[in-house]
């Protein structure tokens, strides 16, 4: 069985699967590259709970938990097969390692994870079932997550986190026919890929307080907190390659990166 890496993208709008461009040309072909893993566990911005939840759902629904955008993305369909015994799979290894962890049985797959699958594997072919986060708990409580979930990795599953390595909607709404990069984002955006290449995971951690305009650039933790499950899912002194960097409307990044 084929050792899965961790990944972590950047997803961008809901309307990604409608577009066109830099970031939507590397995920079409990020699926061929990767190979078709026996199950995806995917870790998204857009679940958030009290404590680690894990679908169930046999066939998950595709979520649309955004409104106002185009008809023709409501109309868009990610029919992926879901992955129940990864689901307890994954809830017991959360609990071996103390970290407290329920399946959900009826949870799909929100926008985080679907739009960016459905460029990837677009036979929606590939078994998946996705994680939540708990942005509150913080980067360290994320890292330990992604530990306890390596060896997955070596069962053929890939670990995908999806987030944002920029989030600042106020300034995106700002930025509106300057789609120039602007210097904050482009020196937030250096500083994280130079961290993640050299694994500086306590700087990582502490990115609030160490990295140049974090809090411009991530007003609140929920968008950068899924790289920090796949950094933990990393080997010990494994490898950092850094996929795709492009930055839209000029503060949203939609660099990738991957972790062996």
Do not use: C
């Not at 911005?45 to 404590?51: G, Q, S, V, Y």
């Not at 053929?156 to 789609?179: C, D, K, M, W, Y």
């Amino acid at each position: 069985m084929k050792r899965q890496p961790a990944i972590f993208v950047s997803h961008g709008s809901p309307t990604l699967p409608l577009e066109n461009g830099p970031a939507v040309d590397f995920l079409r072909g990020l699926g061929p590259a990767l190979g078709r893993p026996e199950a995806i566990l995917v870790v998204s911005a857009h679940w958030d709970t009290p404590h680690p939840a894990v679908s169930g759902a046999p066939r998950p629904e595709t979520i649309y938990d955004f409104y106002g955008f185009p008809p023709a993305l409501y109309r868009l369909r990610y029919p992926a097969p879901g992955a129940p015994e990864l689901a307890e799979r994954v809830a017991g290894l959360l609990e071996a390692n103390g970290l407290r962890a329920r399946v959900d049985p009826a949870r799909g797959l929100d926008h985080g994870a679907w739009t960016p699958l459905y460029l990837m594997y677009p036979e929606a072919d590939v078994p998946a079932t996705q994680l939540s986060i708990q942005w509150r708990e913080g980067p360290a409580h994320h890292v330990r997550l992604g530990e306890a979930l390596r060896p997955l990795r070596g069962e053929g599953v890939l670990i995908f986190a999806s987030g944002g390595a920029t989030h600042n909607l106020r300034e995106l709404s700002q930025q509106r026919g300057n789609p120039a990069p602007q210097q904050w984002t482009v020196e937030f955006n250096e500083w994280l890929a130079d961290a993640l290449a050299a694994r500086r995971v306590d700087d990582l951690v502490d990115y609030r307080q160490r990295a140049p305009h974090a809090v411009r650039n991530h007003p609140t933790d929920e968008h950068l907190i899924p790289v920090f499950v796949a950094l933990g899912a990393g080997d010990e002194g494994g490898t950092t390659t850094r996929l795709h960097s492009s930055i839209e409307s000029g503060v949203i990044s939609m660099d990738a990166y991957r972790f062996d």
